[in-house]
């Protein structure tokens, strides 16, 4: 077999094969074999007719459209791997010449795991910021637990700021009401600041029983683009209103909220809890940032069949979102202020990036031998079975090579982030 290799670019290549009689040989020994089961002679049970009697039956045509099948099939892996490359799906073929018993010959043509330069990746020079937990931090902590313990009563005087309401409202956009823009029996404390301003302040001073519009304008740079900017009139019907006595801050709250004795020992679990998620926030953003310039620094093509599957798992998870929240994808992106084109291109630029992030790790792993043992890997599993022990499809999962193998991929995927972590200390 003789093999050339011509680039098509960074990430596909084509090898045309050239395979003499020696080579065909043996393929059509076993085209013979094959057809030989299959045929109908007098005498003979099928599939037990013998070779040398089943050839003088089976017709020229088929038995060397049988052989060139199976020559290629035989070859063709064969071929990549003389030419050191690693094809990344099956390869498309084309045969161009075959002279049955003579000479063949065909091109392989697929995109393969691309040569990877990567820059030094151990002296980055990028720092880990400093984890620290501020007081205000710790303090809307405190806020939040103390209006989880606050009483509510209901009144029956005119709204005020830091009231809860119950409320009805309808969002009109030209005369048409917009989608969530509406709700019923909604519960919202004024002055929180979560509906667009002027919202909560037109229901301060309205009674139980109060029906009004209130005429609104949207913030310019508001996230709907249909919205941004835009005139609407709220119709807002008070139906209730709470009068909310938030808890005092104080070693008696401390004892509502666990084993505390003390206002002293919340406030030191709560920095403790926020410095463990803020650590977690950094670290990961460390990673990224890490990844983003190993990226810069070093030559990583991105097989598009690659980004294509990125490209999928995007637009899956961006479906799923959009089926939560009751929408299609192109509601969702269309929601969002995007155009479906515009999308699409950042969602390919990301896809792009994962790609070259994943080649790098994989490369950095095997360049230093990063790996995680078989123990690790069962014991991952048995975390996930317990986990999941509620999903018969999830721990019937478990149990396929594949899964196994893509945790494990994962692990050293998180091993190898680490690694890039010391060595950029």
């Known amino acids: 077999m003789k093999t050339k290799l011509k680039k098509l670019s960074d990430s596909r290549v084509s090898i045309t094969v050239t395979l003499d009689a020696a080579d065909l040989k043996p393929a059509r020994e076993k085209a013979l074999a094959k057809l030989a089961k299959e045929i109908k002679v007098e005498g003979f049970r099928q599939g037990k007719v013998p070779v040398e009697v089943a050839k003088k039956f089976i017709p020229e045509n088929d038995l060397n459209a049988e052989t060139i099948d199976l020559a290629v099939r035989t070859t063709v892996i064969e071929a990549f791997k003389k030419e050191e490359k690693s094809p990344l799906v099956l390869p498309s073929v084309n045969v161009t010449k075959y002279v049955p018993g003579e000479m063949a010959e065909f091109t392989a043509e697929a995109d393969i795991i691309p040569e990877i330069k990567l820059g030094d990746y151990k002296k980055l020079g990028l720092k880990k910021p400093e984890v620290k937990v501020s007081a205000k931090e710790i303090n809307d902590v405190l806020n939040n637990l103390a209006e989880s313990f606050a009483e509510k009563k209901v009144t029956k005087r005119p709204a005020k700021l830091g009231d809860e309401v119950v409320i009805d ?129 070093s030559k990583i093509p991105a097989p598009e069949i690659l980004i294509d599957d990125q490209m999928r798992a995007i637009q899956d998870d961006m479906t799923r979102n959009a089926t939560s929240q009751g929408m299609s994808l192109d509601e969702l992106i269309k929601a969002s202020g995007e155009t479906k084109e515009n999308w699409e291109k950042q969602a390919r630029k990301a896809a792009e990036t994962r790609v070259k992030a994943s080649l790098a790790l994989q490369t950095i792993a095997v360049d230093n031998k990063i790996t995680v043992s078989d123990d690790l890997v069962n014991a991952k599993i048995a975390e996930l079975r317990e986990v999941y022990k509620n999903s018969p499809e999830a721990i019937k999962s478990l149990k396929d090579p594949n899964v196994k193998m893509d945790i494990k991929n994962r692990m050293i995927i998180e091993e190898t982030l680490n690694y890039l972590v010391k060595t950029n200390k």
């Open 169 to 297: 409202f309808v969002g009109k956009k030209d005369g048409e009401a917009f989608k969530g823009g509406s709700a019923k029996d909604y519960k919202l404390i004024l002055g929180s600041k979560s509906f667009i301003p002027g919202f909560e302040d037109g229901i301060v001073g309205h009674e139980p029983g109060d029906k009004f519009d209130l005429k609104l304008t949207f913030p310019k740079d508001y996230g709907v683009k249909d919205l941004a900017g835009a005139k609407t009139v709220f119709e807002v019907l008070v139906k209730q209103i709470n009068e909310v006595n938030k808890a005092k801050i104080d070693d008696e709250m401390a004892k509502k909220c666990g084993p505390f004795k003390t206002l002293a020992e919340l406030k030191k679990d709560i920095e403790k809890n926020l410095k463990a998620q803020n650590e977690h926030r950094v670290n990961e953003k460390y990673k990224d940032d890490l990844l983003n310039e190993i990226i810069k620094k």
